[in-house]
């Protein structure tokens, strides 16, 4: 299977819209926060160290990431240094392969910062993207945050 293209687009005033306006399939609403949620998060949490960029195939706008990037270590409340926070990808263009390119982008980006794990936790329950994860190489680390099972995905080796 061909990795699908897409790049890591900053989120401005001229796009904030039509990237807030991805939504998930409905039945996974439950396990993922909407992109307006999860700008609200992000600079209501600077502490988490937020990084985001918009998901975009050619001109458009599919999806969504954030990330903790490089968080000191000893902050209360936060999984890092790396921790993949959100990765949503628009209902319509679920299927193609975007997911695993934006992760395929974001390992990169971090083993060029001096990562060497990436970090992120998951709901449990029916239709939880625990499988795709571990499909990717992500292994559990026995841990659970608030009810969310966590993984790692090493990056030396």
Known sequence: MTTARVRLVEITADNRDAVCALRVHPAQE???ASVAKSLDDAASTPEGEPWYRAVYAGDEPVGFVM???NVPPGRPGVIGPYF??????????????YGRAVLAQVVELVR???GTELLTS????????????LGLGFEPTGEVDEDEIVLRLVLTG
């Open 30 to 32: 439950r396990l993922v």
């Open 112 to 114: 060029a910062d001096g």
């Open 67 to 69: 990330l903790s990037w």
């Open 84 to 97: 993949l926070w959100r990765l949503l990808i628009d209902a319509a263009h679920q299927g193609r392969g």
């Open 122 to 133: 998951h709901q449990q329950g029916e239709g939880n993207p625990g499988p795709f994860y």
